[in-house]
């Protein structure tokens, strides 16, 4: 897949039916960090730093490139990596 398809695939799956599905990236983020944050607290035992929506996509973006670590490498790992980017940076951009 060339440059150019990777970015085309990754911006019809942020800008396409996953918005219509989850509601805005920095909704969705929003919503997993809470509940990252109540997770990771939990384990610790004592209070976390809350997790925020752009914490939320860079950690995406690294469990992808663990995916990718594994060996198994697949064009649907490399199009998310894209998509998470371009949501984290949107939000870093309205912060």
């Not at 396409?16 to 997770?39: C, K, L, V």
């Not at 939320?56 to 990718?68: E, G, Q």
């Amino acid at each position: 897949m060339k440059r150019s398809e990777c970015l085309d695939v990754a911006n019809k799956i942020v800008n396409g039916d996953r918005q219509q599905s989850y509601g805005t990236p920095e909704h969705n983020f929003n919503r997993i960090a809470e509940m990252w944050t109540t997770y990771l607290s939990g384990r610790n035992e004592e209070r976390l730093d809350y997790l925020t929506a752009k914490d939320v996509a860079i950690m995406m973006m690294l469990l992808k490139v663990a995916r990718l670590m594994s060996g198994t490498s697949t064009q649907d790992s490399w199009i998310d990596i894209c998509g998470y980017a371009a949501c984290g940076c949107e939000i870093d951009t309205e912060e």
